[in-house]
């Protein structure tokens, strides 16, 4: 578990406390179980999606559209902390934590496209971050969803990071021996 808000860059909160408001109240009842609808689970209903599920997905996904704006106004201290708090949110969520129900779970059920949000957080991260910093929590981001998630998101944070975090990340992903289709 990589927790995302130990490496936040502290800045401007003017235009987004709101926000980190509503992103803590949301994590708080996610992790309290608010969206958490179990149901009786059988061949005929397996494809079911309890109405709390969708609801949990429709606000994570409102919440990181705005997240994305912040970033877009130049926010993007206050962007990095949103994103840090909803993607922690997400791990819990994909590795099982009752947060909500469904017989499959993963973040490809936000009823938006998850792209946008990955660059826009990683483009926040690059203005606002050291190398190490950065590395460190674009990693966990890259390895997420297999090879198409890592083709992404490393291609976006190699786009938009400076010459130090870009050297930094390319190190950490050979050290690794992540595999990307990218070559360097």
Same mark, same amino acid.
């Given at each position: 578990?990589?927790? +995302? %808000?130990?490496?936040?860059? +502290?800045?401007? &909160?003017?235009?987004?406390?709101?926000?980190?408001? %509503?992103?803590?109240? *949301? %994590?708080?009842?996610?992790?309290? /179980?608010?969206?958490?609808?179990?149901?009786?689970?059988? !061949?005929?209903?397996?494809?079911?999606?309890?109405?709390?599920?969708? $609801?949990?997905?429709? #606000?994570?996904?409102?919440?990181?559209?705005? !997240?994305?704006?912040?970033?877009? $106004?130049?926010?993007?201290?206050?962007?990095?902390?949103?994103? /840090?708090?909803?993607?922690?949110?997400?791990?819990?969520?994909?590795? /099982?934590?009752?947060?909500?129900?469904? +017989?499959?779970?993963?973040?490809?059920?936000?009823? /938006?496209?998850?792209?946008?949000?990955?660059?826009?957080?990683?483009?926040?991260?690059?203005?606002?971050?050291?190398?190490?910093? *950065?590395? @460190?929590?674009?990693?966990?981001?890259? &390895? %997420?969803?297999?090879?198409?998630?890592?083709?992404?998101?490393?291609?976006?944070? #190699?786009?938009? @990071?400076?010459?130090?975090?870009?050297?930094? #990340?390319?190190?950490?992903?050979?050290? $690794?021996?992540?595999?990307?289709?990218?070559?360097?």
């Amino acid at each position: 578990m990589v927790c +995302h %808000r130990k490496f936040l860059v +502290h800045g401007s &909160r003017e235009r987004g406390e709101s926000l980190v408001g %509503r992103i803590t109240s *949301f %994590r708080t009842d996610s992790l309290a /179980g608010k969206y958490y609808a179990e149901f009786e689970w059988n !061949s005929k209903n397996y494809d079911h999606v309890p109405e709390e599920t969708q $609801q949990w997905f429709d #606000l994570l996904n409102d919440l990181l559209a705005e !997240s994305a704006t912040l970033s877009t $106004q130049g926010e993007h201290a206050v962007a990095v902390e949103c994103f /840090g708090l909803l993607y922690d949110l997400i791990e819990y969520m994909e590795e /099982g934590e009752e947060i909500v129900f469904a +017989h499959e779970l993963g973040s490809w059920m936000l009823p /938006g496209d998850e792209k946008p949000y990955l660059a826009a957080y990683v483009a926040s991260l690059a203005a606002v971050s050291t190398p190490e910093i *950065f590395t @460190a929590t674009v990693l966990p981001l890259i &390895r %997420r969803d297999g090879p198409s998630c890592i083709a992404q998101v490393y291609a976006a944070a #190699l786009r938009v @990071a400076n010459k130090e975090q870009s050297a930094e #990340l390319k190190a950490e992903v050979k050290r $690794q021996k992540i595999h990307t289709t990218l070559k360097h």
